[in-house]
């Protein structure tokens, strides 16, 4: 049994190979602050009931929105946005989406490093 256990953990972790993350993030620096705008890739839909966030090394976290929704709400139809003040020097963090590829069904969550 423990065996067979082993077995199905492993087959499950070798199955789940990495995916292309479906968005990327641009940055706009704007007085005072950054807009940052997520940008799905090409069919991709950005799940809007699960709010995309920008995390930063500090613990702040930041959550993407926008206005423009699909009628159930469930899909971003614009790309989300979040705002934070500028700071100097170099900062990190991570955005972490959950979004539906291109020609699937189930939303898969993603996260992405980023550094502005």
Do not use: W
Request: with cysteine.
């Amino acid at each position: 049994m423990t065996r067979d256990l082993a077995l199905l953990v492993l087959l499950t972790v070798t199955g789940c190979g990495r995916q292309a993350v479906p968005f990327r993030v641009v940055t706009e620096r704007v007085a005072g602050f950054s807009r940052f705008t997520l940008l799905a890739t090409p069919r991709a839909r950005i799940n809007a009931r699960l709010k995309p966030a920008l995390e930063f090394e500090d613990g702040t976290v930041l959550r993407f929105d926008s206005p423009h929704l699909t009628p159930d709400s469930a899909y971003f139809t614009d790309a989300p946005t979040v705002e934070a003040p500028s700071v100097p020097g170099a900062q990190r963090g991570i955005v972490r989406a959950s979004v539906c590829p291109a020609g699937e069904k189930i939303c898969r969550s993603f996260a992405l490093t980023v550094r502005f």
